[in-house]
């Protein structure tokens, strides 16, 4: 998901805006030769992610410098663990810590919160899964990171999946007429997923035959008999009001899939830092 020219552009308009024209502190207490060894320690238990990005932050800076990782993106961390060791030109690593530190942490953060809702499903075949409510200009270091933490993803973007919601609905006509407008020109190989706020809205949705039918804000027993009423013609989405004490009580109904925003909007960053 991350490629390497994609995530050397991202860091390096990160690196411009955090440096500027130099910095003023570490240009004037450190030399060229001055040389640093450090560790990244994590502060907190957690997943590990974004070992390459942090990696390149620095290597982008200067390619002298050496980082050992002991952990790869996915793992499980504990308070106190030595993540990686960096070693090399004092004036690079302090001048690209605090970027360095902002991509891991905020990607730890979201692997971190994705494993916790993923788990809290329990015994339940549903997977947790991403929306667009991202960061602008951050969607593919987000998602990657649902990814580390075990989730799985929405579609990436607006061309990825035909999605129709209410104000699609209500601007066409009726469902029918908005599935039936798309399925005159989308391609084939793209899905067609219904917004649903109502039992009555899931049966057009069926008579349409659509790939995807979301069952949003509805209560535990109104997405069971929705189940039970598709029975496997479609895809089933919950979303709406899903938290870690709800979630798995809402996979209990037997959905497929459970999306939430909470799990990149609402994740803390995790507690990392860099120590000489």
């Not at 993923?118 to 951050?138: L, N």
């Not at 989405?237 to 497929?256: K, M, P, Q, Y």
Request: net charge negative.
């Amino acid at each position: 998901m991350l490629n390497r020219f994609f995530i050397e552009e991202h860091i390096k308009k990160a690196l411009q805006e955090d440096i500027g024209f130099g910095d003023i502190t570490t240009d004037y207490l450190t030399s060229e030769d001055d040389v640093l060894t450090c560790f990244l320690n994590t502060r907190t238990d957690g997943i590990l992610c974004g070992r390459t990005v942090f990696e390149t932050v620095f290597k982008l800076l200067s390619p002298d410098i050496n980082i050992e990782f002991y952990y790869k993106d996915g793992d499980r961390i504990h308070k106190g663990d030595k993540i990686a060791k960096i070693n090399g030109s004092a004036r690079y690593i302090l001048m690209g810590e605090r970027t360095a530190l902002n991509y891991i942490q905020r990607m730890s953060g979201i692997a971190t919160e994705t494993h916790k809702y993923q788990t809290a499903i329990g015994e339940y075949q549903a997977k947790i899964v991403d929306t667009r409510k991202t960061t602008p200009c951050f969607r593919a270091f987000e998602k990657y990171s649902v990814k580390c933490g075990g989730g799985s993803l929405h579609r990436f973007n607006l061309a990825d999946c035909a999605m129709i919601k209410d104000n699609h609905i209500k601007f066409a006509g009726s469902l029918t007429k908005a599935v039936n407008k798309l399925k005159e020109n989308i391609s084939h190989a793209h899905k067609i997923e219904v917004e649903c706020d109502t039992v009555e809205q899931v049966k057009e949705a069926l008579e349409c035959s659509v790939d995807i039918i979301m069952l949003d804000n509805m209560t535990n027993e109104e997405m069971s008999m929705c189940v039970n009423l598709i029975n496997h013609r479609a895809i089933v989405e919950a979303s709406g009001n899903v938290t870690l004490e709800t979630i798995h009580n809402i996979a209990a109904t037997g959905v497929d899939i459970i999306s939430s925003s909470a799990i990149v909007a609402k994740a803390p960053t995790l507690d990392l830092g860099l120590d000489m």
